[in-house]
């Protein structure tokens, strides 16, 4: 069994990687320079020459307030290259597993959005993502997988909560956002399951991948602090409103994880846990 994961210079995909190098699979990252998923040419070549078994897609354009201005751009990277992945993982007969984001929902719920529930994108980054998830469905039903995830974190890379460490040390107070809640989601917890998904048995479909509970950037602000052992009332709570972007950002877009159930697996673990447990890496990497 080998395995290709592209994006392989991000958070995620560093964190996947040292979790199937751990368990002693066979794999290959894939940046940018070496196979650009908008190439549909340079990814067959790939493919061709690895012959995976199971690929996972974690090459993404994240750029949310620019892809607002670039949606065209946004959507070769988002859309057009999960495609291409598709294409090719159903001829070699490989798994895929794709990434994708709350962001394809309208984040105004007041309940966790089901697997099931109707995508309403409200952004044109959350648009691109859609169309990808929808390729990926489409082209491999039998063997496509589809895991929305938010609010990532992990050592690899910059992330609210290191930037939380870091103004820890740098100012005596700091104004976060207490009115958009989601669910704050360590890499290494996703990679877990992403290995599940592409060694188990688990359906093809959609999953949610992130932390069970749920919190505003405020709560995750103050836990951080909590945990340096600094005060928490050093953060401010502050509204959207204070913080303005080009592209729109959910009020609440927390997710189920009804998927996890009927695959007969657990979700991940609660956001505090999560945190808790990663917490001495996101310091000293801070």
Known sequence: MTWLVTGAGGMLARDLLLRLAERGEAAVGVDRAAMDVTDEDAVRAVFDDHRPSVVVNCAAWTAVDAAESAEGDALRVNGEGPRHLAVLAAKHGARLLHLSTDYVFAGDAAAPYREGDRPAPRTAYGRTKLAG??????????????????????????????????????????????????????????????????????????????????????????????????????????????????????????????????AGDEPIRDWRQALAAAFPALRNSS
């Open 133 to 262: 998830e929808q390729a990926v469905l489409d082209l491999m039903p039998g063997d496509g997988y589809v895991v929305r995830t938010a609010w990532l974190y992990g050592a690899g890379g910059p992330n609210f909560v290191r930037t939380m460490i870091r103004l820890e040390r740098e100012r005596d107070t700091v104004d976060v956002v207490g009115d958009q809640y989601g669910q704050p989601t360590w890499t290494a917890d996703l990679a877990e399951k992403l290995v599940a998904l592409g060694t188990g048995g688990a359906p093809a479909g959609i999953y949610h991948g992130t932390s069970a509970g749920a919190a505003s950037w405020y709560d995750l602000a103050r836990e951080v602090f909590r945990l340096l052992g600094a005060d928490p009332g050093r953060v401010r709570r502050v509204g959207t409103s204070a913080v303005p972007r080009p592209a729109p950002r959910p009020a609440y877009s927390v997710l189920g994880h009804g998927g996890w159930a009927a």
